[in-house]
């Protein structure tokens, strides 16, 4: 193979001066940012496995830390917020303020300098957390059984069939609500071991009610043979 002309080995040898240069140069911005606490969440754990792996990063790292050592001597410490009142209100429903943390820094480099402001608001919601609400659909005679549960927050309605034969080929399992003094609703057939339904404003004391009906379900809206049935009550 020819040697490389003289023009071309220059060229080829300033290529990799210059790819070498805006490797350091990316690796002095990735440690300064580091540092600074700017860089986002993957930039960030790919710093700290340089700082473990590479160990001329490692030292940038350290670098860059001792140069910005001296800008927290302008601010002073800031106790930290106190947070029980929050903790109380998660846990048992009392009322706390709504709080605001701000925190606040300035950064300055060679030749430039830089602001960087941060303000972190907290709100909470003092309301307690809804009781959850369960049933059991059941009957003396009947070996039939169905736990059902409600989530206000999502408004689902998840029933599970704990015990007791399925509706056999030629019917099926139709479930139902009835609320007061109106008349059976029907929420759908229980076509799997656990099936979960959408279902706005549950309270307690409404009924739930599985009825075996024909394959496929009622066919006249209402139910056939209500096999199982259960009130709905808070915890």
């Not at 670098?63 to 410490?77: G, K, M, R, T, V």
């Amino acid at each position: 193979m020819a040697a490389p002309q003289p023009a071309a080995a220059e060229g080829l040898s300033g290529r990799m001066s210059d790819a070498r240069d805006q490797e350091r140069d990316e690796g002095e911005a990735l440690a300064a940012e580091y540092v600074l606490g700017t860089l986002e969440r993957a930039e960030r754990q790919r710093a700290e496995a340089l700082i473990r792996s590479d160990a001329g990063f490692a030292a940038r790292v350290a670098h860059w830390e001792q140069h910005f050592a001296p800008l927290n001597d302008a601010y002073p410490e800031v106790p930290a917020p106190d947070l029980l009142p929050v903790i109380e209100a998660r846990l048992f429903g009392l009322p706390a303020p709504r709080r605001r943390f701000a925190f606040l820094r300035f950064l300055a480099g060679a030749g430039a300098a830089a602001a960087l402001a941060l303000a972190v608001f907290i709100a909470v919601d003092p309301r307690p957390a809804a009781p959850a609400l369960t049933a059991t659909l059941s009957a003396t005679a009947e070996p039939l059984t169905f736990a059902a549960s409600y989530d206000a927050a999502t408004e689902e309605l998840t029933v599970t069939h704990t015990a007791g034969p399925n509706p056999g080929a030629d019917s099926s399992y139709e479930l139902w609500v009835i609320v007061g003094t109106g008349a059976p609703a029907s929420l759908g057939l229980i076509d799997a071991q656990t099936v979960t339904r959408s279902l706005p404003a549950l309270t307690p004391g409404a009924t739930l009610a599985v009825s075996r009906e024909p394959l496929g379900g009622s066919p006249d809206g209402a139910p056939t043979e209500v096999l199982v049935s259960g009130v709905v009550t808070s915890s």
